[in-house]
């Protein structure tokens, strides 16, 4: 509950974020992918059914609308994070459902349960995480920061599932119960360490405060929080007042652009490589390693320029490289699939290596300070099930086009290359808005 009360204070929190950032992007990745996938198999679950699933989690996002106005009005927000956290004890969970002496029925429903329940409380926490992490970092570094735990992050989440994925490939067949347990092991153990390492940070967001200028807490605070207004947390209310901003819809209109692009080529390019392009897994695994080097070579580089040139122009750069990887996967066909997967690869590490963290930036400049976690939630709630929206879409329009089967030139023509022709239009709309409009608000703020 302390207070920081130096420069110390703030930079061990800070460092304190990695730790725990790291641990649950690598615990989304484990819980997720291809490890969910074989996992849903497992317990009878068809193609199409885990493919929906796994498209449904990002719907959990909407429950963010629902739980931001009691958020809101918590004067501290550690221990809320902390439980939050905890929470995704659930994914470890369901690797360990396999082991239990019920029918298969029993374990889908238990295995649905679970992940959901994760999903949600992972979702509902994070908005008010990201606040208490911009409380942190001052906006002049935070590119330099985000930049280098970025690094760190995509370093241990690459390395600890290349090993975990080792160990799923030694534990394939007849012993598979076997890897999921120790996979399920491995989550446990990273949701312990990102609940401590988050437990361990200090927290900028003041209660009461008495004559002494010290912090109150306990049963003092009660009265202090007759203070709030009577329409502060209320879903329309907030909703209204957000969107009456310039500088929201701002962020809102960027967000939903770049959700555009993502979600319409992203989703199908993995099954593009191994089913239509015939790519072995091992390959795909090594590349995606590789790549995941260069970005973590160049990631920090990146966000000192960010730093110095501001969030919106590096940005706009940033999704130059992923709109490359979209034209070479739109060109990949089979005779030439190995060049353009490797070039689309080192084109998707250039992007990404200041991609997310742009995107961020650019919205916590945007957003009001004093509502930002509200805001942060009507962003991502709105956003995620906007997503789910355009890749079903997309889904739709992929079956459509394998259904048809169209020719050009004699030669067959890819769904995927289609679908990743959208998202490098949509990417170039998103890159002229930034430009034109971010940029713009980005110098008057300056």
């Not at 002496?101 to 329940?117: C, K």
């Not at 086009?401 to 023509?413: H, I, P, S």
């Not at 170039?428 to 034109?436: A, M, Q, S």
């Amino acid at each position: 509950m302390a207070l920081p009360e130096s420069e110390a204070d703030y930079e061990k929190s800070r460092r304190r974020y990695i730790v725990g950032d790291s641990a649950a992007q690598t615990i989304a990745q484990l819980a997720g992918g291809t490890f969910l996938v074989s996992l849903m198999l497992s317990v009878g679950f068809s193609d199409a059914q885990a493919g929906i699933l796994t498209s449904i989690a990002s719907l959990a996002a909407i429950f963010q609308l629902f739980t931001m106005g009691k958020v809101s009005h918590l004067k501290k927000r550690k221990l809320f994070i902390c439980l939050m956290t905890v929470q995704k004890l659930y994914l470890a969970f369901i690797f360990f459902i396999p082991l239990l002496p019920v029918p298969n029925s029993a374990r889908q429903l238990l295995m649905i349960a679970g992940y959901f329940v994760a999903q949600i409380c992972a979702q509902v926490g994070t908005p008010a995480t990201q606040d208490w992490i911009a409380s942190l970092v001052p906006a002049r570094l935070r590119g330099n920061y985000f930049s280098r735990k970025d690094a760190i992050c995509v370093f241990v989440t690459v390395t600890l599932m290349l090993f975990s994925g080792i160990l799923m490939d030694a534990t394939a067949g007849e012993r598979q119960n076997v890897g999921f347990t120790l996979n399920g092991s491995m989550i446990l153990i990273l949701v312990l360490l990102n609940a401590w390492a988050f437990s361990c940070m200090k927290e900028p967001r003041q209660g009461g405060i008495n004559a002494e200028g010290k912090e109150i807490h306990g049963h003092l605070r009660k009265k202090y929080l007759q203070e709030e207004a009577a329409h502060k947390g209320e879903l329309f209310a907030e909703m209204k007042e957000a969107f009456g901003k310039a500088d929201f819809r701002m962020a809102f209109a960027v967000t939903l652009l770049w959700q555009t692009s993502f979600y319409c080529a992203s989703p199908f390019n993995t099954s593009y490589q191994l089913k239509e392009l015939g790519m072995p897994f091992t390959f795909i695994m090594v590349v995606s390693f590789l790549g995941n080097m260069l970005r973590i070579a160049i990631t920090p580089r990146m966000g000192r320029l960010g730093d110095k040139y501001g969030m919106a122009f590096l940005y706009k750069y940033s999704l130059v490289g992923i709109l490359m990887c979209y034209v070479f996967f739109s060109l990949a066909v089979p005779s030439n699939a190995y060049p353009m997967v490797i070039a689309g690869t080192v084109c998707s590490a250039l992007g990404w290596s200041f991609a997310g963290i742009g995107l961020f930036g650019v919205q916590l400049e945007l957003l009001d300070e004093g509502k930002r976690d509200i805001q942060l939630s009507i962003l991502s709630s709105l956003s995620g099930v906007y997503g789910f929206l355009v890749s079903f879409v997309a889904g739709q329009l992929l079956d459509f086009l394998q259904r048809a089967e169209v020719m050009l030139g004699g030669k067959r023509v890819y769904a995927q290359q289609f679908t990743n022709i959208l998202g490098a239009w949509f990417l170039v709309l998103t890159i002229v808005y930034i430009k034109f409009k971010v940029q713009k608000r980005e110098r008057q703020l300056g």
